[in-house]
């Protein structure tokens, strides 16, 4: 990996951290510490390894990622919105009822979710 590879990907998680400490606040609930904890993960997967497209969430030769620790769903909802699944602008309605970004990941409610995980 070249040095400016490995600098977008410092630059994307600073980002998406900003963006996890942001949601959660504006929330007023939530679990900071394991989404802040799976951020360089989440960062590597999407914006490095992983093979997604999220012009097609349902493709089948995408590779899927299953967050067994839900409550670090806001890193990856802020993954998700900077690779293009839906816009940030969702990002104040985390936690809130009928939104797309619930306290779990929902994959029948969040496009890019491959797996549910928490509490139903």
């Given amino acids: 990996m070249t040095q400016s590879v490995i600098q977008q990907l410092t630059d994307t998680a600073r980002q998406i951290r900003r963006d996890v400490v942001t949601m959660i606040y504006q929330a007023g609930d939530g679990h900071p510490a394991p989404a802040l904890s799976v951020t360089d993960l989440v ?41 293009g699944y839906f816009s940030s602008e969702v990002f104040p309605t985390l936690r809130h009822l009928n939104t797309i970004l619930q306290g779990h990941p929902d994959m029948n409610k969040t496009p890019g979710i491959d797996s549910t995980a928490g509490s139903l």
């Fill in 43 to 83: 960062t590597a997967l999407y914006f490095q390894i992983m093979k997604v497209d999220p012009s097609r969430p349902d493709w089948e030769e995408r590779d899927r990622m299953i967050l067994s620790k839900g409550h670090a769903c806001p890193a990856l909802y802020a993954a998700l919105a900077r690779k």
